[in-house]
């Protein structure tokens, strides 16, 4: 009787092995990639905030001519594209409102500068489930002050 059982349960440890090793490294490799994606969406949130800096860096003369503002939006997006490339992030794109509206016509009353970026983190773990990229955005809002030194 007792050999019988040792010959059906001879292979379990080998079946339990290998169900706890695929288990194991899933959770490994989901671990890896949340934190690959908080650094990432990190360093993101840096470059934004710098943007949102240099846009609030910026002489309510240069901010509110039309040329101006347009060149300073290119230098801010250039900033997150360049932070973004280097981390391995889609950049999509950027929106700048200054007290809610799209473009800075005047500098009267201009109080808040904010910063939308849009990107994708690329999906490296599990592309079947992540496409394209796990779609992130983010917001920052920074106080408005043409005196400011960026660094």
Known sequence: ????????????????????????????????????????????EGAVRDAARLIASTPPGELTTYGNFTTVVADAN?????????????????????????????SVGLRVIRLEAEALLPETVFPAFGGDGIPVTLSVEVPYDGRFAFQ
């Open 1 to 44: 009787m007792k050999r019988r059982l040792r010959q059906r349960s001879a292979g379990v440890a080998t079946i339990e092995f290998s169900i706890v090793f695929v288990v194991a490294v899933l959770m490994m490799q989901f671990c890896w990639w949340a934190g690959r994606a908080y650094w990432q969406r990190t360093v993101l």
């Open 78 to 106: 250039a900033l997150v594209a360049e932070a973004a490339q280097r981390s391995g992030i889609d950049f999509l794109g950027l929106d700048i409102l200054c007290d809610g509206s799209v473009l800075c016509t005047s």
